[in-house]
């Protein structure tokens, strides 16, 4: 990942007239552009991989099945794309899925990749109401689409999930799952139920998968996950009660681990990896690992 802290990211709904080319009446500026799951970029994921125009698009010869604003970088309009599932791609340029590109991207453009995936995928899924099945309408002002005969309006979902490292005296729980790439270890964490709080969707993920009970339940942070609409909400907490019991078959081990003994954590991509970092940064060390 690549700081750049001087760039500034305003979203917005409405196209301003610098969005529009003047003389065609076409979208202008940044475009991020997938095609299914994957982004469309100038170059390779590794060798600073660039976001296309609209104006390489259309050199391209690449046409977007429909369109969204989404705001302006440092002035410059940027906007998200749908491509045609297959559409084939010069050889200056690649299609890939986001998570290759995190070492590549500024955090910015990253930020607005995983924004632009969520809102393609809104849209695509919206055209029509959930409801009674007519077509739907951009509502202006707003990200929403609404139906034209009963007025259900949808707007972009976000699912959020708790994920919780514990601690327990000098060492940290951490657990495989079976659903994990092999070896590889992580935190507990699981999706927030229809009227639970956050921190009651920790303590029962926690009890759940691991039996054990917490003393204090403490914010850290949150993250964006664009896959597919998720947002990660991080929290630290204490050890209280309870030894480690697998629950219902997600987790294939779990254990705690101290500074000499760390197993494969995450990659550096993670918010669970920004809690283990955080944690051996407390404790006074650093983690010698991507
Ligand atoms: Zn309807």
Not at 99 to 128: F, K, N, P, V
Not at 153 to 173: C, F, K, Q, S
Request: proline share 7%.
């Amino acid at each position: 990942m690549i700081d750049s802290h001087s760039t500034k990211f305003l979203p917005e709904t409405e196209p301003t007239d610098h969005a529009w080319d003047a003389a065609s009446g076409n979208p202008r500026g940044r475009c991020f552009a997938f095609s299914g799951s994957d982004m469309l970029i100038l170059g390779t994921p590794h060798e600073s991989p660039r976001i296309p125009s609209w104006d390489d698009l259309r050199t391209w010869d690449i046409p977007a099945i429909r369109y969204q604003y989404l705001g302006t970088l440092d002035g410059e309009p940027c906007w998200s794309a749908e491509l045609a599932s297959g559409v084939p791609v010069p050889d200056i340029a690649t299609l890939c899925g986001l998570r290759t590109l995190y070492d590549g991207l500024s955090e910015s453009h990253y930020a607005i990749a995983g924004r632009a995936a969520q809102i393609i995928a809104w849209d695509r899924d919206h055209q029509h109401c959930g409801r009674c099945g007519d077509p739907t309408e951009r509502v202006a002002g707003e990200r929403g689409r609404r139906c034209n005969r009963c007025d259900l309006t949808a707007y972009p979902r976000v699912t959020p999930a708790v994920i919780v490292l514990i601690e327990r005296d000098d060492r940290i729980l951490l657990a495989r799952g079976r659903a994990f790439v092999p070896r590889r270890f992580g935190i507990i964490v699981g999706f927030v139920e229809p009227g639970e709080s956050l921190e009651d969707a920790v303590q029962r993920e926690v009890r759940e998968e691991v039996g054990i009970e917490l003393a204090r339940i403490d914010y850290f942070g949150s993250q964006p996950w664009p896959f597919p609409h998720g947002i990660m909400i991080g929290f630290r907490a204490t050890h209280l009660r309870g030894e480690i019991a697998l629950g219902d078959g997600e987790l294939a081990e779990a254990g705690w681990y101290g500074a000499k003994d760390l197993p494969e954590i995450p990659a550096k991509l993670s918010i669970a990896r920004r809690l283990i970092d955080d944690w051996a940064h407390r404790r006074g060390f650093v983690i010698d690992q991507p």
